[in-house]
Each structure stands twice: as structure tokens, then as C-alpha cells.
């Protein structure tokens, strides 16, 4: 406890972000809730689980009763709802509820999904407290330069929001891997979201997803190019 994670998986449409994204999520928490487990009697925890969707610069709540309403207010973590959970078995019952949403409502493939597990724990002993968040992202996909030309005038709109906040969240990482003094969290919905996961303590993996087909090279390139980005300094 103490440092923050972020989990982030880019890719075009179709290349398997989203399942690869609930594998790592499934995977992380599992050895978290161990980690805790381990050390029961010595340190009291608590989990929490909030989520949201992001498009453009409208987000929603996958939480709240008005899941499929989309809003421009609220627009931090800390403004998201929040459920309790004491298991791994809790967490993924509530993906399962929350991918049900986002199957029921979807209707774009520009939309940034976010999952976030806050982690408190209180030491028995010396009653110091310390504090986690583990972000899940699943950014919108990257669409193949072929299909763009058969795209509706929304969906070429919906594309560029998408983009614009996969850009914010590139510039918020090189900054923060830089050590700049200012950190462009305002550049978009999305990195204003995840601002207080995005730290200079935080621990960031970018996941890249391709299709591993000739007629993808383009969009390989590319993918490997923005991947490349945040390799660690020498």
C-alpha cells in the first residue's frame, strides 16, 4: 500500500483490448486480495470499486441507478460512486454487472472505459493508515485508416473526441515521466479523471493490442510507435 497502478490498454478496434484488460484486472486484484490476506490480523483493509465511461467531454457513472445518462459534471475519480466490496469473488461479480452495462448501451467504439480499486488499510499496531488506487483503462480503439473513408460525419466526430484524450493521457505520462512542473491534467475529460491516480508515484503499464495480420501493418506501426513513447529512461 501507499502507491497507486495504472493498468492502460490501447489498440485499434477488434485487437482485444477489452478482453485483455479483464484478464489483467482479474489477475491484479486476485493477488491483491492474497497480498491483504497475508498480513489479516496485522493490517485492517478496506476495497472499494468505482467505474466510469468517458466520451469526449461527457462521462458517466456506471454506478449510479442512471448509468446510460451521460453528463459533463463530475469530473474527477473522487466525484464517481463507490461500492464497497471484501472479496475477489465480489470484485468480479460487479465486472460482470458492469460489462453488462457497457454491452446494453454501447454504440461506439470511441468510448474510454475506466475501473478503478481504492485499497485502505489501517496498521493494528502503530495505527498509521496508507491509501492505493489501481486504475483499469480501456481506452476507446484506434480505428484502421481504411474505414475511415465509410465513417459517418458522428462517428468521424466520436473518433476525434477519442483521440484528443488519448493524446491528454500520452502528454500527462510524459510529463510526469519528465518530472515537469505542470502536469496538463485539463487537457481532457479523461486525464482530468484519472488525475489522482496519475502520479508521480504511480506505477503505469501500457498494454498494446494489434492484429497480427499484414493488412494491420500500418496500424502496428502505429500502435508500437505510441507504446514507445513510454518506454522506461535509461
Not at 4 to 21: L, N, P, V
Not at 43 to 54: D, G, K, P, Q
Not at 138 to 166: H, Q, T, W
Request: proline residues 2%.
Amino acid at each position: 500500500l501507499g502507491r497507486s497502478w495504472c493498468f492502460i490498454a490501447y489498440g485499434e478496434i477488434g485487437s482485444g483490448k477489452t478482453s485483455t484488460m479483464e484478464e489483467v484486472s482479474s489477475l491484479a486484484t486476485d493477488a491483491i486480495f492474497k497480498a491483504t490476506k497475508a498480513r489479516k490480523g496485522k493490517l485492517l483493509t478496506s476495497f472499494f470499486v468505482s467505474a466510469a465511461e468517458v466520451k469526449g467531454e461527457h462521462m458517466r457513472d456506471l454506478l449510479t441507478t442512471d448509468a446510460l445518462a451521460w453528463s459533463k459534471t463530475g469530473s474527477t475519480a473522487a466525484s464517481l460512486s463507490r461500492c464497497q466490496i471484501s472479496s475477489q469473488k465480489e470484485f468480479q461479480r460487479q465486472m460482470a454487472v458492469l460489462a453488462g452495462k457497457r454491452n446494453s448501451s454501447r454504440k461506439s467504439h470511441f468510448v474510454h472505459t475506466v475501473v478503478l480499486l481504492e485499497v485502505v488499510g489501517e496498521d493494528i499496531v502503530s495505527g498509521t493508515s496508507s491509501h492505493s488506487t489501481i486504475a483499469f483503462v480501456d481506452l476507446g480503439a484506434v480505428e484502421n485508416a481504411n474505414a475511415r473513408s465509410s465513417m459517418s460525419e458522428s462517428e468521424l466526430f466520436d473518433m476525434g473526441a477519442c483521440n484528443k484524450g488519448i493524446a491528454a493521457i500520452s502528454d500527462v505520462i510524459s510529463s510526469l515521466k519528465s518530472a515537469s512542473s505542470f502536469i496538463p491534467y485539463r487537457n481532457s475529460r479523461l486525464s482530468l479523471l484519472l488525475q489522482g491516480v496519475l502520479t508521480p508515484k504511480t506505477n503505469v503499464f501500457i498494454i498494446l493490442n494489434v492484429w497480427p495480420l499484414q493488412s494491420h501493418t500500418s496500424e502496428i506501426g502505429s500502435t508500437l510507435t505510441f507504446g514507445c513513447k513510454f518506454k522506461p529512461s535509461a
